[in-house]
């Protein structure tokens, strides 16, 4: 299967701080990234999809001010957490898929612990 | 995307056969049916999927009945490593837009037993 990976696997902050995890696809061009959110014991819940080369599309409650995604590219987009609260704390997974793709892969993950 | 039911918990022993099963009563005709598992700590991993026809690769078997109302992934001899959280997604993969997503419900923790 095709491979994505997300940098850094896991970051420690300071509240009000400002943190950015990178998405990539190593060898295939994702025309469409996805970003989800996980909290201890529950399963993944979508943030937001990002198309390469328009803004991203927010899921209902999601804050795009303090959740930024950016897909400059095929094969990157990045989220950034703005002013992070330790409500933010949580595990951000990514994946990629491309136009036409009948499948979805996911990169391994960013824990984020915000102090 | 059509709404799956999983069992919360399963146990298995090792080196027998995992049976998974999954309620998509649902489903639309042009949703598959998608299988993905989370180890701890990681990010899912797809598995396999099919629309109609029973499918195998390396690592399973997805058996779906004839009214695709409800499939069975099988892991034919479970390790230890096979011990995830698996998610059964009825998706429709990309329906000719740009826009898709899949809905991840809280699945299946199957636990392998030495």
């Known amino acids: 299967g095709a491979v994505v990976s997300q940098h850094p696997s896991r970051v420690i902050c300071k509240s009000g701080t400002s943190v950015k995890i990178e998405c990539r696809s190593l060898?295939?061009?994702?025309?469409?990234m996805f970003w989800y959110r996980q909290f201890p014991k529950q399963s993944l819940m979508l943030m937001a999809t990002s198309n390469e080369g328009s803004k991203a599309t927010y899921e209902q409650g999601v804050e795009k001010d303090k959740f930024l995604i950016n897909h400059a590219s095929l094969t990157l987009s990045t989220l950034t957490v703005t002013s992070a609260h330790p409500e933010d704390s949580s595990f951000y997974i990514c994946s990629a898929g491309g136009l036409g793709a009948d499948t979805q892969y996911f990169g391994p993950g960013t824990r984020l612990t915000v102090l | 995307d059509a709404k799956t039911t999983q069992p919360p918990s399963m146990d298995c022993a090792e080196g027998r056969a995992a049976n998974l099963p999954c309620n998509h009563s649902t489903i639309s005709g042009n949703e598959y049916v998608y299988w993905y598992r989370q180890i701890h700590s990681q990010g899912p991993q797809y598995i396999i999927h099919g629309l109609k026809n029973n499918e195998t690769n390396e690592m399973a078997s997805l058996i779906i009945t004839e009214d695709r109302k409800s499939s069975t992934l099988i892991l034919p001899h479970a390790t230890l490593r096979d011990t995830a959280v698996y998610y059964c997604i009825a998706w429709a993969g990309d329906s000719g837009g740009s826009n898709y997503k899949l809905t991840f419900g809280k699945g299946t923790l199957l636990t392998v037993n030495p």
């Open positions: 060898d295939f061009q994702a025309t469409t």
